[in-house]
């Protein structure tokens, strides 16, 4: 749908809303100052949802709410394997790459580096400090790879200095630790997931991205709902509990949704990331996903608000979110 039919088809619905007629969708009264917001922006949101102290608030869709891939909101689902896998006894922060895989035999490695990327650790993977200027297997690099095994092709590619130093955002890193978690558990991270978190939620028939072998994509490839995303963080909120269950250790959360890095970039992307997660304003945290997936969790407002968007400006949409949805909580 093009962005003049979305404006149009809000401005219908607002003034149909002040006449007391039905509009197509439905909206939340508490959403009203978002929706002008976005719309005179021409931000395309699909849809929202607001939870606050574990109630439904506030919910919004541009037409219906249907599953949509969630691009790297995958990579915070990932992140509970490797505290469930962790907990299991399965994996250490300290496990490396290497006791799992077979580095190439000439690793390509940059004079005066003496770290092979087979020793990077689960750790450096977790905080996408691992030492690569240009991170292997992007989505455009994927898409183009003919090494069907992406794991011994990420082993192959050169560190540009040493791990640990710098935050450079990587799908390639996330890609490991979903192979690494599927070399440890005996089992693909999808699986693995199943009957320990989107079972319990509620969230049945998930479809998620492999690789051409076969491993989950883990960086990405992930379709849900937004319901079933707010679903997620409120799950996170809670520190891992659900329906009186703990599904997901309550320190792994805690860990994983703190600063464990510096990064630097515009406002909500300038505040530092976790184990896959990032800060942001508020005290909160959130996955996000290219596109306009958000998860923002708020445990200062108990709230949790699950964004998803057709649109590459994201920082506006937080924007609109800290300045109309905010103070309503």
């Given at each position: ?47 929202v949802r ?16 249907t ?46 580096y ?12 977790l ?34 200095r040493p ?66 995303l ?100």
């Amino acid at each position: 749908m093009t962005t003049y039919s979305y404006g149009l088809l809000i401005k219908t619905f607002l003034l149909n809303h002040k006449q007391g007629k039905k509009a197509p969708f439905s909206m939340s009264n508490m959403l009203s100052s978002f929706i002008n917001r976005i719309t005179s922006q021409q931000l395309q949101v699909r849809s929202v949802r607001v939870l606050h102290k574990g109630a439904l608030r506030a919910n919004w869709n541009f037409t219906v709410d249907t599953r949509r891939l969630q691009h790297s909101i995958s990579k915070s689902f990932t992140a509970m394997a490797v505290g469930l896998a962790i907990e299991e006894g399965k994996l250490t922060m300290d496990t490396r790459l290497g006791q799992y895989f077979r580095a190439p035999i000439s690793p390509a490695i940059k004079e005066g580096y003496t770290l092979h990327p087979d020793q990077l650790s689960l750790r450096d993977l977790l905080r996408m400090c691992t030492g690569h200027d240009v991170p292997p297997l992007w989505a455009e690099e994927r898409a183009a790879l003919a090494e069907r095994d992406w794991v011994k092709y990420y082993l192959s590619r050169p560190l540009d200095r040493p791990a640990g130093e710098q935050f450079t955002y990587s799908s390639g890193d996330t890609f490991m630790i979903s192979a690494l978690v599927q070399a440890a558990v005996g089992e693909t991270v999808h699986a693995y997931l199943t009957p320990r978190l989107f079972e319990p939620l509620g969230i049945k028939e998930v479809k998620w991205e492999t690789s051409p072998l076969g491993i989950t994509l883990g960086c990405a490839g992930l379709k849900i709902s937004t319901e079933e995303l707010g679903r997620f963080g409120q799950l996170l909120l809670q520190n891992g509990t659900w329906e009186g269950e703990q599904l997901v250790p309550a320190h792994w959360i805690q860990q994983a949704s703190a600063k464990q890095i510096d990064t630097i970039g515009s406002v909500d992307w300038s505040l530092g990331y976790g184990y896959h997660f990032w800060r942001c304003s508020h005290g909160g945290y959130r996955a996000d996903g290219a596109h306009g997936q958000f998860c923002i969790v708020l445990p200062d407002y108990e709230a949790v608000i699950a964004i998803n968007s057709e649109e590459d400006r994201m920082q506006p949409i937080l924007d609109a979110v800290w300045t109309d949805i905010l103070p309503l909580l």
